[in-house]
């Protein structure tokens, strides 16, 4: 199992942007399949974004059109571009990886095979 590391979580005012970044812990590893996901304490773990390694994205309703999901590095990185976020969006962010496609549908967290530990967000009104 490959560790996923997340960073740029912080906290800003609602209106603000953040950009979270995840990569494995050790190595470069090409990935074909990345997610992203968010918790609040006491509700199950939303997806929230995806991307294939040919760049098809995929994204829920309640971040279409403020967050943008992007790959770098030769697809070894993985980006979350979050704008206009609101306190709604408070939360720890996740972000999951796998080598294979993810066939161009929104992927379940077990299904992915590496994950990160999460960075948090906090957003105030």
């Known amino acids: 199992q490959v560790q996923l590391v997340e960073s740029g979580g912080g906290s800003v005012q609602a209106g603000g942007s953040l950009r979270l970044s995840c990569a494995a812990s050790e190595y470069s590893y090409i990935w074909n399949c990345m997610g992203w996901f968010r918790q609040v304490p006491g509700k199950e773990r939303e997806a929230i974004a995806a991307i294939e390694g040919d760049g098809r994205t995929l994204y829920a309703d309640s971040v279409k059109g403020r967050f943008a999901i992007s790959q770098g590095n030769g697809k070894t990185t993985l980006y979350l571009q979050m704008n206009n976020l609101q306190p709604e969006d408070t939360a720890m962010y996740y972000c999951?990886?796998?080598?294979?496609?993810?066939?161009?549908?929104?992927?379940?967290?077990?299904?992915?095979?590496?994950w990160g530990r999460g960075t948090q967000v906090t957003v105030s009104s």
């Open positions: 999951a990886a796998r080598i294979v496609r993810c066939g161009g549908v929104s992927r379940p967290w077990d299904w992915y095979s590496s």
